[in-house]
Structures are given as C-alpha cells and as structure tokens.
C-alpha cells in the first residue's frame, strides 16, 4: 500500500510506522487552522510547510508542482501578522492595541 501511494517517497519513509508520524503532524496543523486556533507562534512552521511539500512529492511530483504554484503560504507567512490586524480593524473587529 505504502509503496504505490507514496511511490516516491524515501525507502525508510516508505512504511506505514513513519508515515503515520508524518499524518499526525499534518492532522494537527490541519486540525488547528480549520479551527481557527493560532499558529502563527509556532517556531517551525516553515518546516511544517516543507515537509507536507515533500510528503505532496512523494505520492505526485506533479501535484507537487501545482500546489507549489498556487499556494500562498510563504508570501503570507513573510509578510507577517500585521496585515491581518490592520485588515480586521478596518473592518470592525476591535483588537487590542499593541
């Protein structure tokens, strides 16, 4: 099973023990923005990032390439929070001033 959904993901990747490690990861992140909940402080969220790129990679290059493309995460995550705040309180969300 793992060797045809992951075909091209690393021999010591390629077992179910490693890749559900690998799912538990992406569940809780997936978990914690669908709920709304913050992750902005999360120290290694570039590396989060990265490695659901490369798990992408190794069930399809292809789709690898695509989401790459279309994804906005890294220009987001560059441009930081004050974005967002400035967008919520020019729409009438009261936040606390720094």
């Known amino acids: 099973m793992c060797r045809q959904s992951f075909p091209h993901a690393p021999a010591a990747e390629r077992n ?3 890749l ?7 569940r809780k992140l997936r978990n914690r923005v669908f709920h709304h909940e913050r992750i902005i ?7 989060q990032y990265q490695q659901l790129l490369d798990i ?5 290059p292809e789709l690898r390439k695509i989401t790459s ?3 906005q ?3 987001i995550f560059n441009k930081g929070i004050d974005p967002w705040l400035q967008w ?3 729409n009438g ?6």
């Open 16 to 18: 179910i023990k490693n």
């Open 20 to 26: 559900n490690v690998h799912w538990t990861h992406i």
């Open 41 to 47: 402080h999360w120290k290694d969220l570039t590396a």
């Open 56 to 60: 992408i990679d190794w069930m399809s």
């Open 69 to 71: 493309e279309i994804n």
């Open 73 to 75: 995460f890294t220009d």
């Open 88 to 90: 919520l309180r020019e």
């Open 93 to 98: 969300y009261a936040l606390p001033q720094k």
